[in-house]
């Protein structure tokens, strides 16, 4: 794949500009810092609110997420940076590069496989009936 002048300009620019910037993925969409705060439930239980941005723009806003879902969704190493504050941002070196999901992801990931599945084995039926 050849960049562009103008993407060549863009990727140059990130890099000088932005050069120990972290990123970290949420349902593979990029994301270069995370605000987050700790809500404590009735029960004594965290809940945790987080919103992902790349640059000035909101990716992704997720609320009420417990302890499980919240590593799901950021990745375990900004789980535990999370966890242990009330609130805050991570980015640049305090942001780590991670693969989360939502909840949502997991579940649509989840029933596109079973369909891929399904269609597989219904080829297979025709197949075998075919010879």
């Known amino acids: 794949m050849k960049l562009t002048t103008e993407q060549q300009d863009l990727v140059t620019f990130d890099l000088v500009v932005f050069p120990e910037m972290g990123i970290t993925y949420i349902d ?3 994301s270069d810092r995370i605000h987050f705060a700790r809500y404590l439930l009735e029960g004594g239980e965290p809940s945790y609110t987080v919103t992902f941005f790349y640059r000035s723009q909101v990716v992704a ?4 997420l417990d302890t499980d879902t919240l590593a799901d969704t950021v990745g375990d190493k900004n789980a535990l940076k999370i966890a242990g504050s009330d609130n805050g941002i991570l980015h640049g070196n305090a942001l780590h590069n ?3 999901l939502s909840s949502e ?3 649509r990931r989840i029933l596109a496989k079973e369909e891929r ?3 597989e084995f219904k080829s297979t039926l025709v197949g075998s009936a075919q010879t």
Request: aromatic share 12%; proline share 0%; no cysteine.
């Open 28 to 30: 593979d969409k990029e």
């Open 117 to 119: 599945k399904e269609r």
């Open 61 to 64: 806003k997720f609320k009420n």
């Open 98 to 100: 991670e693969y989360g």
């Open 105 to 107: 992801e997991v579940d």
